[in-house]
């Protein structure tokens, strides 16, 4: 027995059954509890082997018992100072009766088809909108998971200390990746803690202009008129027509930088001709 993980205890019940000398077991306890077993992915050595203290090399992360299950919608992303998205706030379905309109979830209790989202930056895999269903104690979560339906919440099965993945898991893992567009190493990545934080599609830049004015520019603008840049220091008379259509695409991203680089061009291209 190990001191650190054993308890001493009188009598042990595990389905009605009792486990306190598995070799006295009766005929009826003993199938009743192999299909206790079977249940589990445990096998009866594996079960000595735990009540001995030999549990796997490491402890598994703690999972409640299974509750009542909630859906909810996120409405709110909180990102702690321009940094990793650690926590969700969800708005809970009007038609359950909780007693709360929203609640916060901490990424310590967010699972993805498995996965623990602890270490993750949840931007990469959450969005405004998006769905999950949780578990609450009280009027705190005490587990959620992204997915439609209960197969996808997070169990342990066997002796193992990672939660099981079943194939309907892996495929539904694969359409939220390919939709979020990261592919499986950039995910495992995501998991283990190991990506910058993402950068968010409202962030904006402050940029100076020609005349001397400043005006804030999204990262995606700033990326178009570099190409544009590009563009117009190597073009000639004849591509005075795709210049315009980089334009067109600009015009509905930020309309006074746009018209600065508009008087620009009009101007090269004068010089030009």
């Given at each position: 027995m190990k001191p650190y993980n054993s308890f001493?205890?009188?009598?042990l019940n595990i389905g009605g059954v009792n486990i306190t000398d598995l070799d006295s077991m009766s005929t009826d306890e003993f199938r009743t509890l192999n299909s206790y077993l079977q249940d589990h992915g445990l096998q009866r050595i594996q079960l000595k082997s735990l009540l001995e203290g030999g549990c796997g090399s490491e402890p598994r992360r703690f999972l409640p018992l299974k509750s009542q299950a909630y859906h909810?919608?996120?409405?709110?992303?909180h990102q702690r100072e321009r940094k990793e998205v650690e926590a969700i706030e969800i708005e809970v379905d009007r038609g359950i009766n909780l007693g709360m309109e929203s609640l916060l979830l901490n990424r310590s209790f967010i699972y993805a088809y498995g996965y623990w989202l602890g270490k993750a930056?949840?931007?990469?895999?959450?969005?405004?909108?998006?769905?999950?269903?949780f578990e609450v104690d009280g009027t705190e979560?005490?587990?959620a998971w992204l997915g439609t339906d209960e197969a996808a919440r997070p169990r342990f099965n066997g002796f193992g200390?990672?939660?099981?993945?079943?194939?309907?898991?892996n495929a539904q893992l694969f359409q939220l990746t390919s939709t979020k567009g990261i592919n499986v190493p950039t995910f495992r990545a995501l998991v283990e803690g190991r990506l910058p934080p993402k950068s968010r599609a409202d962030e904006t830049i402050e940029v100076k202009t020609s005349d001397g004015s400043v005006v804030n520019v999204d990262k995606e603008t700033l990326e178009q008129a570099a190409a544009l840049k590009?563009?117009?220091?190597?073009?000639?008379?004849?591509?005075?027509?795709?210049?315009?259509?980089?334009?067109?695409?600009?015009?509905?991203?930020?309309d006074d930088v746009v018209s600065k680089w508009q008087d620009e061009m009009r101007l090269v291209m004068?010089?030009?001709?």
């Amino acid at each position: 027995m190990k001191p650190y993980n054993s308890f001493c205890v009188d009598e042990l019940n595990i389905g009605g059954v009792n486990i306190t000398d598995l070799d006295s077991m009766s005929t009826d306890e003993f199938r009743t509890l192999n299909s206790y077993l079977q249940d589990h992915g445990l096998q009866r050595i594996q079960l000595k082997s735990l009540l001995e203290g030999g549990c796997g090399s490491e402890p598994r992360r703690f999972l409640p018992l299974k509750s009542q299950a909630y859906h909810g919608k996120v409405i709110r992303l909180h990102q702690r100072e321009r940094k990793e998205v650690e926590a969700i706030e969800i708005e809970v379905d009007r038609g359950i009766n909780l007693g709360m309109e929203s609640l916060l979830l901490n990424r310590s209790f967010i699972y993805a088809y498995g996965y623990w989202l602890g270490k993750a930056d949840l931007a990469y895999v959450l969005d405004i909108g998006d769905s999950l269903l949780f578990e609450v104690d009280g009027t705190e979560s005490r587990l959620a998971w992204l997915g439609t339906d209960e197969a996808a919440r997070p169990r342990f099965n066997g002796f193992g200390e990672s939660c099981l993945i079943t194939e309907k898991m892996n495929a539904q893992l694969f359409q939220l990746t390919s939709t979020k567009g990261i592919n499986v190493p950039t995910f495992r990545a995501l998991v283990e803690g190991r990506l910058p934080p993402k950068s968010r599609a409202d962030e904006t830049i402050e940029v100076k202009t020609s005349d001397g004015s400043v005006v804030n520019v999204d990262k995606e603008t700033l990326e178009q008129a570099a190409a544009l840049k590009a563009l117009k220091d190597s073009m000639t008379s004849d591509k005075e027509e795709a210049v315009k259509a980089f334009m067109k695409t600009l015009l509905d991203k930020n309309d006074d930088v746009v018209s600065k680089w508009q008087d620009e061009m009009r101007l090269v291209m004068t010089k030009k001709k």
